[in-house]
């Protein structure tokens, strides 16, 4: 089936420094990826739709110089964390579509920022 | 935008009972996806529904889509404790999640 493959699957970074996190879809091409933000006990709350070849659309409050998204090619998308603070420690985990209408959108598994 | 509400928020049974879950949207969708997250993991697909008033089993859940696309169901006959996680719709139109409910079974 479907792999959405997500590194690095946890991270400790220290504030002001920045996080890169990726997501590949291993034998698919993904034109969209949906990437959310879930803290403990909550549900996935969509940052942003990344979009292969073009800028990624954000959901209101999530701020695009932030958390910039990058989706270069048919098979990766990126998140990076800029100037990382406590507060942006969560649990980041992306999707994607592999097929057809009817298909379900497969995740990554995870990553979770820890920021110091 | 779309909103999809879903109750309820916990929910903690004897190994046995059923359990249900319900998701409301504000707006006629598309469609509805379901996924489970189990604790520590990341959500896994279960089942979309797309025709008005369908119903789909997936040998103990049964799934259900209102006749008005706007409110669907998952029920689990005689839980398990494998069945503990949270449950979490989904609608198709973005992709946005209902909070979820988080299933604990009691042994």
């Known amino acids: 089936g479907a792999v959405v493959s997500q590194h690095p699957s946890w991270v400790i970074c220290k504030s002001g420094t920045s996080v890169k996190i990726e997501c590949r879809s291993l034998?698919?091409?993904?034109?969209?990826m949906f990437w959310y933000r879930q803290f403990p006990k909550q549900s996935l709350m969509l940052m942003a739709t990344?979009?292969?070849?073009?800028?990624?659309?954000?959901e209101q409050g999530v701020e695009k110089d932030k958390f910039l998204i990058n989706h270069a090619s048919l098979t990766l998308s990126t998140l990076t964390v800029t100037s990382a603070h406590p507060e942006d420690s969560s649990f980041y985990i992306c999707?994607?579509?592999?097929?057809?209408?009817?298909?379900?959108?497969?995740f990554g598994s995870g990553t979770r920022l820890t920021v110091v | 935008g779309q909103q999809v509400m879903q109750i309820p928020q916990y929910q903690h049974v004897q190994e046995g009972e059923d359990f249900t879950t319900y998701c409301n949207s504000s707006?006629?969708?598309?469609?509805i996806q379901w996924y489970k997250q189990r604790p520590g993991g990341h959500p896994v697909f279960l089942i979309q529904?797309?025709?008005?008033?369908e119903v789909k089993k997936q040998k103990r859940l049964t799934f259900q889509f209102g006749e008005a696309k706007k409110n669907s169901s998952l029920h689990i006959t005689a839980t398990q404790t494998t069945d503990v996680g949270t449950y979490f719709c989904?609608?198709?139109?973005?992709?946005?999640f209902g909070a979820g409910t988080r299933l604990t079974v009691k042994p």
């Open positions: 989904a609608g198709q139109n973005d992709m946005r």
């Open positions: 990344s979009n292969e070849g073009s800028k990624a659309t954000y």
């Open positions: 707006t006629t969708l598309s469609n």
């Open positions: 034998d698919f091409q993904a034109t969209t």
């Open positions: 999707s994607a579509r592999a097929g057809a209408f009817n298909y379900g959108y497969t």
């Open positions: 529904l797309v025709k008005s008033g």
